[in-house]
């Protein structure tokens, strides 16, 4: 993703600032989302499994990337509290 674009970027629902998920975060998401246990904030399931996403910097929403460009609806995004055990790399800028 474009380092710019990322940097003018933030959730449109707590204004917080986002980074890209690391590797670790992104198959552990992807595990849970194969097992059938992840809904967006609307509530609708997760069927397909993200190859690339951004993460709020405290950790609490996700928000997928399709082609380079991020889906930055509110009703699409992915809350973590949902996700047994999902540790975020806090604290990363």
Same mark, same amino acid.
């Given at each position: 993703?474009?380092?710019?674009?990322?940097?003018?970027?933030?959730?449109?629902?707590?204004?917080?600032?986002?980074?890209?998920?690391?590797?670790?975060?992104?198959?552990?998401?992807?595990?849970?989302?194969?097992?059938?246990?992840?809904?967006?904030?609307?509530?609708?399931?997760?069927?397909?499994?993200?190859? =690339?996403?951004? !993460?709020? +910097?405290?950790?609490?929403?996700?928000?997928?990337? $399709?082609? %380079?460009?991020?889906?930055?609806?509110? =009703?699409?995004? !992915?809350? +973590?509290?949902?996700?047994?055990?999902?540790?975020? $790399?806090? %604290?990363?800028?």
């Amino acid at each position: 993703m474009d380092k710019r674009l990322l940097d003018i970027l933030c959730c449109p629902v707590s204004k917080r600032p986002l980074r890209p998920l690391t590797a670790a975060e992104r198959d552990q998401l992807n595990g849970a989302i194969r097992a059938g246990a992840v809904d967006t904030v609307a509530g609708e399931k997760v069927a397909e499994p993200i190859t =690339e996403g951004l !993460i709020t +910097t405290d950790g609490q929403l996700v928000y997928r990337v $399709e082609d %380079g460009i991020p889906v930055m609806l509110p =009703e699409a995004g !992915i809350g +973590t509290l949902q996700l047994s055990g999902f540790a975020p $790399e806090t %604290g990363r800028a």
